[in-house]
């Protein structure tokens, strides 16, 4: 069975740390472009995070300098690192992989690149809180 599952969602003080992960199932990820996006009530889908299968990455102002991707090929897992995490950063967190994997890392966080994702995990909910 294809799909991506998330972990590592949780309950953290503002100022904290979490490592998110989003391991592949029935299919390799090092050949795809990986997303990571967010929901939050009252607020539109943001792509945070995304990497290419070159390797570039694209991370939009606001989470530049605070969230790191990355990839594990041998896990078959890609990583979402967040730091000096804010209340503001609470909402549902997804993983999502494109086998169209050409164009910009910014192209795949984009509104048109999340449409064209071919897989998506469940989502693991991350809550900011003092």
């Known amino acids: 069975q294809v799909q991506l599952v998330e972990s590592g969602g949780g309950l953290v003080q503002p100022g904290g740390s979490l490592r998110l992960s989003c391991t592949a199932s029935?299919?390799?990820?090092?050949?795809?472009?990986i997303g990571w996006f967010r929901r939050a009530p009252g607020k539109e889908r943001e792509g945070v995070s995304c990497?290419?299968?070159?390797?570039?990455?694209y991370y939009p102002d606001s989470v530049k300098g605070r969230f790191t991707i990355s990839r594990d090929n041998a896990k078959n897992t890609v990583y979402l690192q967040m730091n000096v995490l804010k209340p503001e950063d609470t909402a549902v967190y997804y993983c999502?992989?494109?086998?169209?994997?050409?164009?910009?890392?910014?192209?795949?966080?984009?509104?048109?690149?999340?449409?064209?994702?071919?897989?998506w995990g469940k989502g693991t909910l991350v809550t900011v809180s003092s």
């Open positions: 999502a992989a494109a086998e169209n994997s050409l164009l910009s890392a910014y192209y795949y966080c984009s509104a048109y690149g999340a449409d064209g994702m071919d897989y």
């Open positions: 029935g299919f390799t990820l090092d050949s795809y472009a």
């Open positions: 990497i290419s299968s070159s390797g570039s990455t």
